[in-house]
């Protein structure tokens, strides 16, 4: 398949229409499956050329507060961020500073045409950087219990409430020990309309990725520093949401994570969302809040039903180096300077570089990595310059270690037009693709697994980015592709849903 188009960025392009597509809207009601056909990119969509935008209208890069209690914190200046000598007997106020600030703080401050652009630990599409951070404390030395709002520009946390919520959240998660017993409960929310503004109604996808680039921070600052941080997907959203008094039309709760100072435990995703879903067409500007209801909890979610599905058994596997990489203050160094890459050299890296990057950042049996819902994502790896690997594409087998052959040939030029002409695909050594079988996983998990695929996509693209980074490579996401033209290059069937790229290679 190849489609002729010409040159651009992806910025605020109009998705194909509702009645556009190969899903018959009938015979499968799925308002997220409808809504992923619609936000798909398309060549006749990039033809009409991106849309103007109104910087006049974007929103504000944090939150406003009305004036209340601000807590400043500590962690985030040279003679804080080295390991806690507490490590594992105490959270206090710098050591939770600390994680917050390599969780989603202000790592660098840009001077563009006389306006600041903060730039946070965890990147983010477009540096709109969607996701909300608040905490709710308890038992931390110097923070008094309470629900607060991290805000990174200030690195100071904004007092929401007083009091112990950490046992309502416990509630609202389904009683999960982890977050009963955590000293703070991390709250990711996704405030819709910053992204929205560039990307439009495919802005949730990008939301979701954005939220799992906070939470990998979390995950590896976290152990970095003797934290157990547990994610925690299953919970109510309308509880979480009342607590926050979140506007549901403008934003949304993500994800929770429990901190403790014992090593966390892996929660695993395991109830199914059953909202009714409306088959009429939505008007534009309704999709993102609807199709993220669509996917929410109540106290009566059931389990899931049905195996986890298993790949078949490969054939002409390729083991991979399985080195693991190192921790502690490295970690937190990665973080801090990480940057996502703008341009590669197309030069090839060896083939050892690769297997370290894929066994750090993907999740296997037992594992308590970047994993919210096991078998859920399926992950394929398009090489263009690795030593000793012919150029293809490749199926990661996670519990092997090893690639698996699936087409051989040259893809530079094919990644380069999927990816919307970027020339981070055409340039990088090797790029490392997340999909997930979309009718099967909404048929196991409702229309959340559109939410917990695309938060782990995220979660996953950042183990790949501090990887990367610690080898002295450079890596960048790529949220914005025709989804169709990527499923050919992988030989997928179109049913199959692409929710991220991460491209790597040797940084220019």
Same mark, same amino acid.
């Given at each position: 398949?190849?489609?002729?188009?010409?040159?651009?960025?992806?910025?605020? =392009?109009?998705?194909?229409?509702?009645?556009?597509?190969?899903?018959?809207?009938?015979?499968?009601?799925?308002?997220?499956?409808?809504?992923?056909?619609?936000?798909?990119?398309?060549? #006749?969509? =990039?033809?009409?050329?991106?849309?103007?935008?109104?910087?006049?209208?974007?929103?504000?890069?944090?939150?406003?507060?009305?004036?209340?209690?601000?807590?400043?914190?500590?962690?985030?200046?040279?003679?804080?961020?080295? /390991?806690?000598?507490?490590?594992?007997?105490?959270? %206090?106020?710098?050591?939770?500073?600390?994680?917050?600030?390599?969780?989603?703080?202000?790592?660098?401050?840009?001077?563009?045409?006389?306006?600041?652009?903060?730039?946070?630990?965890?990147?983010?599409?477009?540096?709109?950087?969607?996701?909300? =951070?608040?905490?709710? $404390?308890?038992?931390?030395?110097?923070?008094?219990?309470?629900?607060?709002?991290?805000?990174?520009?200030?690195?100071?946390?904004?007092?929401?409430?007083?009091?112990?919520?950490?046992?309502?959240?416990?509630? &609202?998660?389904?009683?999960?020990?982890?977050?009963?017993?955590?000293?703070?409960?991390?709250?990711?929310?996704? &405030?819709?309309?910053?992204?929205?503004?560039?990307?439009?109604?495919?802005?949730?996808?990008?939301?979701?990725?954005?939220?799992?680039?906070? &939470?990998?921070?979390?995950?590896?600052?976290?152990?970095?520093?003797? +934290?157990?941080?547990?994610?925690?997907?299953?919970?109510? %959203?309308?509880?979480? %949401?009342?607590?926050?008094?979140? %506007?549901?039309?403008?934003?949304?709760?993500?994800?929770?994570?429990?901190?403790?100072?014992?090593?966390?435990?892996?929660?695993?995703?395991?109830?199914?969302?059953?909202?009714?879903?409306?088959?009429?067409?939505?008007?534009?500007?309704?999709?993102?809040?609807?199709?993220?209801?669509?996917?929410?909890?109540?106290?009566?979610? #059931?389990?899931?039903?049905?195996?986890?599905?298993?790949?078949?058994?490969? $054939?002409?596997?390729?083991?991979?180096?399985?080195?693991?990489?190192?921790?502690?203050?490295?970690?937190?160094?990665?973080?801090?300077?990480?940057?996502?890459?703008?341009? &590669?050299?197309?030069?090839?890296?060896?083939?050892?570089?690769?297997?370290?990057?894929?066994?750090?950042?993907?999740?296997?049996?037992?594992?308590?990595?970047?994993?919210?819902?096991?078998?859920? +994502? #399926?992950?394929?790896?398009?090489?263009?310059?690795?030593?000793?690997?012919?150029?293809?594409?490749?199926?990661?087998?996670?519990?092997?270690?090893?690639?698996? /052959?699936?087409?051989?040939?040259?893809?530079?030029?094919?990644?380069?037009?999927?990816?919307?002409?970027?020339?981070?695909?055409?340039?990088?050594?090797?790029?490392?693709?997340?999909?997930?079988?979309?009718?099967?996983?909404?048929?196991?998990?409702?229309?959340?697994?559109?939410?917990?695929?695309?938060? #782990?996509?995220?979660?996953?693209?950042?183990?790949?980015?501090?990887?990367?980074?610690?080898?002295?490579?450079?890596?960048?996401?790529?949220?914005?592709?025709?989804?169709?033209?990527?499923?050919?290059?992988?030989?997928?069937?179109?049913?199959?849903?692409?929710?991220?790229?991460?491209?790597?290679?040797?940084?220019?």
């Amino acid at each position: 398949m190849r489609w002729s188009h010409r040159r651009g960025s992806g910025v605020g =392009l109009r998705a194909r229409g509702p009645n556009h597509g190969s899903l018959a809207f009938v015979s499968t009601p799925s308002l997220a499956a409808r809504y992923h056909e619609r936000t798909k990119y398309t060549p #006749e969509a =990039l033809a009409q050329g991106a849309s103007h935008l109104d910087v006049r209208r974007q929103p504000p890069p944090f939150k406003p507060w009305v004036e209340g209690e601000r807590l400043r914190l500590g962690g985030r200046s040279p003679g804080e961020q080295g /390991p806690d000598p507490y490590a594992g007997e105490r959270l %206090d106020r710098v050591r939770l500073g600390r994680l917050l600030h390599h969780t989603y703080g202000v790592t660098r401050v840009w001077q563009a045409e006389g306006q600041a652009l903060y730039l946070r630990a965890a990147p983010s599409a477009g540096g709109l950087y969607p996701t909300e =951070l608040y905490v709710a $404390s308890r038992d931390i030395e110097d923070v008094p219990d309470g629900l607060w709002a991290y805000h990174g520009g200030d690195h100071a946390l904004q007092l929401c409430w007083a009091g112990d919520f950490v046992n309502d959240l416990e509630r &609202f998660a389904f009683g999960a020990p982890a977050v009963g017993a955590a000293h703070a409960v991390l709250i990711g929310t996704g &405030f819709y309309e910053r992204s929205s503004w560039r990307y439009r109604e495919r802005a949730y996808r990008r939301v979701l990725l954005d939220a799992g680039h906070v &939470f990998g921070n979390a995950l590896q600052a976290g152990a970095a520093d003797g +934290l157990g941080i547990t994610l925690a997907p299953d919970f109510v %959203d309308d509880g979480v %949401d009342g607590l926050l008094l979140l %506007d549901p039309a403008r934003e949304g709760t993500l994800l929770l994570a429990a901190v403790g100072t014992t090593p966390g435990t892996a929660l695993r995703a395991g109830l199914r969302s059953r909202e009714d879903r409306p088959r009429d067409a939505l008007d534009d500007g309704t999709w993102i809040p609807m199709v993220h209801r669509a996917g929410q909890l109540d106290v009566g979610a #059931e389990p899931v039903t049905g195996a986890t599905p298993v790949q078949a058994p490969p $054939s002409k596997a390729m083991g991979l180096d399985d080195t693991p990489l190192p921790g502690g203050a490295p970690v937190l160094e990665a973080i801090r300077q990480r940057r996502s890459t703008r341009t &590669f050299r197309r030069q090839g890296v060896p083939s050892h570089a690769l297997g370290r990057i894929l066994f750090h950042a993907s999740p296997r049996a037992g594992s308590p990595g970047p994993c919210l819902a096991p078998g859920l +994502l #399926e992950t394929y790896v398009v090489v263009a310059g690795v030593s000793g690997m012919p150029p293809g594409v490749y199926r990661y087998d996670a519990e092997l270690h090893a690639l698996v /052959p699936r087409a051989r040939g040259a893809v530079r030029a094919a990644l380069h037009q999927a990816a919307l002409g970027q020339d981070l695909a055409r340039d990088a050594a090797f790029t490392v693709v997340h999909t997930f079988d979309l009718p099967a996983a909404i048929e196991r998990y409702g229309d959340r697994a559109y939410r917990t695929a695309h938060l #782990e996509a995220g979660l996953v693209g950042q183990y790949l980015n501090l990887a990367a980074l610690r080898l002295g490579l450079g890596a960048s996401g790529i949220g914005g592709f025709f989804d169709d033209l990527v499923n050919a290059i992988l030989g997928l069937p179109e049913s199959h849903a692409i929710a991220y790229l991460t491209t790597i290679g040797v940084p220019a």
